[in-house]
């Protein structure tokens, strides 16, 4: 027994953990009231059915084995002998670090077990809000079964490189010079370049860019549920934020890339950009008369500012903040001039996921980033420094893991099973089409209001 391992300071921080990787569920949740909103009401019902289990399975891949990847930076650093077989074996869903208690594991080789052991529920629901997230591009037209083998792949390789690559104080981008803190780069560059593709390989829904002779086209069922959704999104974020920290007693608080912060701070920089990004997005809204920049702009507020909520000040988050929905709509009428139907994900998550990276490596071009304590040289606590080149080299690694084998399932799926609806189940709806049911049921349905009136009372 190891109770060194149940110390106080322990079991807080893990507290503090743990709420940050449940919230990422409320990402989920927004998501999915964002999507309830704008799709077809016959569409309903299966918009929600895809984007659950696509989390699910997504969730399962990372929960199963996708987080030793990401370990795997620490064994490297950490000189241990055959470091990704050895993270593999501690750390996939039956090895002994995941599957312990933490008072039997030796705090010299698994330090702090329990938030270690949290940290792989983060990743859990990190992934299924990647793809929710992505699965947000393609609702009303692409086949379920594909895409749930995509969530699957993403949530057991693909969404934990990028996380290897750029997210974490000893990844190797991050140890050149690459900075992150809520994810940018695994969750809106990864999300934003998946869901540019698949965009592109399904073609737009029916009616959406040019006329349909049946007439049919995208109508929002209830607008208002976007406003609810990102709320939820709005309440995650915070929290989601503060479990990308370190905190380290008698020494500080630091970022997800060891760049030191405070979580005051980063709370008041959350703030800063989300509401900047909320009145800009207000004015785009009204001056279009188009409501749905009203609820999304602050959500790309916080998206351009996702690198910077560590690291910036207010005043910084502001401007970036106020930067995010004007970035946003220059994204969606670029992706809409190249006759790609997105309106949502690439705007929001790509344009200004990229734009907010690059900027930042110019803004705090020369802070300390990367290292761990303890380590020396090269490996030591802030010992890279962020620079405009590396930041973009971590935009550039994001976009090819994403786009490379996003484009090739999307060949294989065309080539075999389909990758879209039939026209013919999108015109019926797919809540008919797959599941033979309406998400608003109607017992009266085909009865006329003069036969259900004398319908006697029970």
């Known amino acids: 027994m190891f109770v060194e391992q149940l110390k106080l300071e322990n079991l807080t921080f893990a507290f503090v953990y743990a709420v940050g990787a449940v919230s990422v ?14 799709v077809r009401a016959r569409n309903v019902l299966d918009t ?22 990401w370990q795997y930076q620490f064994y490297i650093a950490f000189a241990v002998p055959d470091p990704l077989i050895q993270a593999f074996k501690d750390w996939w869903i039956g090895g002994g670090a995941a599957s312990s ?48 083998v995509m969530a699957f792949l993403i949530g057991l390789v693909f969404s934990p490189v990028v996380g290897y690559l750029c997210w974490g104080p000893l990844s190797p981008l991050t140890n050149s010079g690459t900075h992150d803190f809520e994810g940018v780069f695994p969750l809106y560059i990864f999300s934003g370049t998946w869901a540019l593709v698949l965009s592109w390989r399904l073609g737009p829904r029916l009616g959406a860019l040019k006329s349909h002779p049946d007439g049919v086209k995208p109508t929002p069922s209830n607008q208002a549920l976007v406003a609810l959704g990102v709320l939820f999104i709005f309440i995650a974020i915070p929290f989601v934020s503060i479990g990308s920290t370190w905190v380290l007693p008698d020494k500080g608080v630091y970022g997800i890339s060891m760049t030191q912060t405070g979580i005051g701070l980063i709370l008041i920089n959350i703030f800063s950009a989300m509401l900047t990004g909320g009145v800009i997005g207000a004015l785009i809204g009204w001056t279009r008369k188009d409501v749905s920049w009203v609820f999304l702009g602050p959500i790309a507020g916080a998206v351009i500012s996702g690198t910077l909520f560590d690291i910036g000040t207010p005043l910084q988050c502001m401007v970036f903040g106020g930067l995010g929905p004007i970035v946003a709509f220059a994204t969606s009428r670029l992706v ?7 309106p949502k994900v690439v705007p929001l998550a ?6 907010g990276a690059i900027l930042v490596g110019f803004v705090h071009w020369g802070t300390p980033t990367g290292g761990f304590p303890g380590l020396e040289g ?27 084998p996003a484009l090739l399932l999307c ?18 709806g797919l809540d008919d089409t797959n599941w033979g049911a309406s998400n608003f049921g109607d017992d009266l349905r085909g009865t006329s209001l003069a036969t259900a009136s004398h319908i006697p009372a029970e």
Not at 393 to 400: D, K, L, N, R, W
């Open 25 to 38: 569920l409320f990402v989920v949740m927004g998501l999915g009231l964002i999507d309830m909103g704008l």
């Open 48 to 69: 929600w059915v895809q984007k659950f289990t696509a989390a699910i399975i997504a969730g399962f891949g990372t929960l199963f084995i996708g987080y030793a990847i």
């Open 101 to 148: 208690l933490s008072v039997k594991l030796d705090p010299k080789v698994v330090p702090e077990a329990d938030i270690q052991q949290i940290f792989l529920v983060f990743f859990v629901t990190f992934s299924m809000a990647t793809a929710a997230l992505i699965h947000s591009s393609v609702i009303e037209r692409i086949k379920g079964v594909p895409f749930c």
């Open 336 to 342: 809409h001039g190249l006759g790609i139907e997105e």
């Open 350 to 355: 790509l344009g200004p996921g990229i734009v």
């Open 378 to 404: 090269a490996l030591a606590a802030g010992h890279a420094t962020i620079t405009p080149y590396w930041q973009l080299m971590g935009v550039i690694a994001t976009m090819v893991v994403a786009g490379v």
């Open 411 to 428: 060949f294989f799926f065309e080539m075999t099973t389909g990758l879209r609806v039939s026209t013919e189940a999108e015109l019926k």
